[in-house]
């Protein structure tokens, strides 16, 4: 990395963001909000040094995230996703039973695109990615982060569950029943910030 990064911890201030951020989101954000005591827990983000405090609570505010071109692609490259495929990438390697499932707000089941890529989840005309423990190389998480990402949306969220033994190579269907379960099971929920710059990490807390 070219530029050295600092984490700030967040309590209290970072929950309504968090929460108006869920409430634009589908069905599973939803059970996140009913089902979780936001407020209990802490929230986290990594940005570079020479933000401060006071700054990293603008969660609405772009502009404190430099990116870096690929010279091979040509494209975007923010440090701080590596730091984000690094947190998926741990949540996966801990049990088989772990997953992460992220939210794709534009897109629809009978969308023809969607039979190119495995571990398609749907529930109604929603669609969700998922990724689950054998899934875990950096590679195929940051396919999955830059397939579900949409202007103003990203949610991510690192669970557990008997899902994760599911057939993921064929789209599966799932109910409300599911994404209650998935919602209750969350230990982190990575949604966009600083105009889509960044990740605010939610940490569950066990205390």
């Known amino acids: 990395m070219t530029h050295s990064y600092q984490e700030f ?11 108006e951020y869920l409430i634009s989101g589908n069905e599973l954000s939803k059970q996140l909000l009913q089902g979780l005591n936001l407020s209990e827990g802490t929230s986290t983000a990594t940005l570079p040094m020479g933000v401060t405090l006071e700054q990293a609570k603008l969660f609405r505010v772009g502009g404190k995230v430099k990116s870096s071109i690929n010279t091979t692609t ?7 996703d590596f730091q984000v495929i690094e947190t ?16 794709d707000i534009l897109s629809r089941p009978s969308d023809a695109f969607l039979a190119t890529f495995e571990g398609i989840l749907t529930y109604q005309d929603q669609v ?21 990402k949409a202007i103003g949306h990203f949610v991510g ?12 190579c064929h789209q599966q269907l799932i109910g409300v029943t599911e994404l209650t379960i998935l919602a209750a099971q969350t230990e982190k929920i990575i949604v966009g910030v600083y105009d889509e710059e960044g990740y605010l990490i939610w940490h569950r807390s066990y205390g």
Do not use: W
């Open 9 to 19: 911890v967040f309590g209290i201030e970072s929950i309504e963001y968090l929460q």
């Open 74 to 80: 040509r494209q975007s490259v923010e440090p701080i």
């Open 88 to 103: 998926i990438q741990h949540h996966l390697s801990q049990s088989p039973q772990n997953l992460c499932i992220f939210e």
């Open 128 to 148: 969700y990615f998922a990724l689950p423990s054998h899934y875990n190389t950096p590679q195929k998480i940051r396919q999955v982060i830059d397939n579900s």
């Open 157 to 168: 969220v690192l669970t557990s569950g008997s899902f994760a033994s599911m057939d993921f």
